[in-house]
């Protein structure tokens, strides 16, 4: 690694660990590689235990630290995202023929489908798509690319998953579909899911519409805007970026439901009404305003629709008590407030 990329990577991950503007002050000397490289290595250490400490708590109220985020490339490309998960196979009633039609990638295959969703031509006419994409296992099934359409695409038909299947599958939601309801008793939040950034992600969540009830599912921290965004969520000039650190915090992990830690999948930019994991999830949060100092650093599983921003707003004004996590000051609601998830039935 270079002395200029190292430099870099240390002023990046510091900016990031305290969400402001604090710069490092250096001046070459004939050691500055070793010293750099010293300073750099303990950054590292210190950055990924202070971003656990902002966001997520352990069993005993305390904060631990935060595993290593898997470092991954993440495909760019015009249609936005296309991700899909390995060994694992949809099922349901094909649309294309994968036999007579091939692709040699699975973001083509899941643009493909995209094409035939994207609300312009009438209905969505495919909301699923399977791919085979490893040479050896595949055979003469390389390149195949199945379009498929669910009877219910908020619960999909599941062929097959395991080290054994060969395919690889994701889901499409069309306009006004793949929107499910986060009820909370000061009103209910519309959340537009990410299957095509999140597939994981979104398969835990869909597992949970089968509950009747989320216990468990609650919001435990609130902050609001303070003087450092305005209502469009834009950060104003020379404002700090925290605290407050404008967003609401819970967690998704319900009884009854075995979670299992969720790979990093699409990272964004933290936007107004992102919906994030807090490194592997269970524990998530809402944003209230644009995080750009927060790099790409969450996966982003949802949206909140623009129009219910105001209920995410009306929990962050609820009475708190101020705790400190790592030195960190943050506010804690004083009666958590829980929620439970439902489909959104279009009318």
Not at 7 to 29: C, H, K, W, Y
Not at 169 to 175: A, Q, V
Not at 212 to 222: N, S
Request: charged share 20%; proline share 5%.
């Amino acid at each position: 690694m270079s002395l200029h990329i190292l430099s870099n990577a240390v002023l990046f991950l510091t900016d990031q660990t305290l969400m402001g503007r604090r710069q490092i002050d250096s001046e070459p000397t004939r050691w500055v590689s070793l010293i750099l490289l010293l300073m750099g290595l303990f950054s590292c250490s210190l950055v990924y235990m202070f971003m656990s400490s902002i966001l997520r708590p352990n069993e005993d109220g305390n904060f631990s630290s935060i595993e290593e985020i898997e470092s991954m490339e993440l495909e760019e490309n015009d249609g936005g995202c296309c991700r899909g998960i390995d060994n694992f196979e949809l099922w349901g009633a094909a649309v294309k023929w994968g036999s007579d039609f091939k692709f040699n990638s699975s973001i083509e295959c899941c643009e493909a489908c995209k094409a035939m969703c994207n609300g312009k031509d009438g209905p969505c006419l495919c909301d699923s798509w399977v791919f085979c994409g490893n040479p050896e296992a595949c055979g003469s099934k390389f390149g195949e690319c199945w379009l498929k359409k669910q009877k219910d695409p908020l619960a999909p038909d599941k062929q097959e998953a395991g080290d054994n299947t060969i395919w690889t599958s994701g889901l499409i939601f069309g306009k006004n579909e793949g929107i499910v309801k986060m009820e909370t008793e000061y009103g209910t939040l519309h959340i537009k899911l990410l299957p095509e950034c999140a597939p994981r992600s979104i398969m835990y969540i869909l597992e949970l519409l089968t509950m009747r009830h989320c216990v468990g599912c609650q919001f435990y921290r609130a902050e609001g805007r303070g003087q450092s965004w305005n209502s469009k969520g834009h950060h104003l000039k020379s404002a700090s970026f925290g605290p407050p650190f404008a967003l609401v915090q819970g967690t998704l992990e319900a009884e009854g439901v075995v979670f299992k830690k969720i790979p990093t999948e699409e990272c964004p930019i933290i936007q107004r009404g992102s919906v994030a994991w807090i490194d592997s999830g269970p524990d998530f949060f809402i944003s209230l305003a644009n995080h750009e100092e927060w790099k790409k650093s969450y996966t982003v599983f949802g949206q909140v629709l623009p129009e219910d921003m105001e209920i995410a707003e009306k929990i962050a004004t609820l009475p708190t008590i101020p705790d400190v996590w790592n030195n960190i000051n943050v506010s804690v609601l004083e009666k958590p407030v829980s929620f439970s998830m439902r489909r959104h039935n279009k009318v």
